[in-house]
Nanobody, 122 residues
Framework: QVQVVESGGGLVQPGGSLRLSCVAS????????MAWYRQAPGKERELVAT???????NYADSVRGRFTISGDDPKNSVYLQMSSLKLEDTAVYYC????????????????WGKGTLVTVSS
């Protein structure tokens, strides 16, 4: 009923930039929050950035100043603009959208995409 799909991953050189996109589709009544996570090989999944309905953003210390999260609620979309990329940014990036469907107005549930791979390498 609700599908979340990421796109924009790929191979980029250190110091380069990349923009990730995530769009949700289906019976969406309201999106409460959106977030990006990432998981590097052999490591736990970590929170990268969040944005709430009022536009408040938060970032992991490792990406603050380099990454920017933004949302477009009418389009059910969230974006992650990544700049000054480092080797340690290599990971599968996952999008999570916390939303309420038309079929139930409470509670809000988390919907995850399948991930998009970002590889930073020279």
């Amino acid at each position: 009923q609700v599908q979340v799909v990421e796109s924009g991953g790929g191979l980029v050189q250190p110091g380069g930039s990349l923009r990730l996109s995530c769009v949700a589709s289906g019976s969406i009544f309201r999106i409460n929050a959106m977030a990006w996570y990432r998981q590097a090989p052999g490591k736990e999944r970590e929170l990268v950035a969040t944005i709430t309905r009022d536009g408040t953003t938060n970032y992991a210390d490792s990406v603050r100043g380099r990454f920017t999260i933004s949302g477009d609620d009418p389009k059910n979309s969230v974006y992650l603009q990544m700049s000054s990329l480092k080797l340690e940014d290599t990971a599968v990036y996952y999008c999570k959208q916390t939303l309420i469907t038309w079929y139930q107005h409470a509670p809000a549930l988390d919907y995850w995409g399948k991930g998009t791979l970002v590889t930073v390498s020279s």
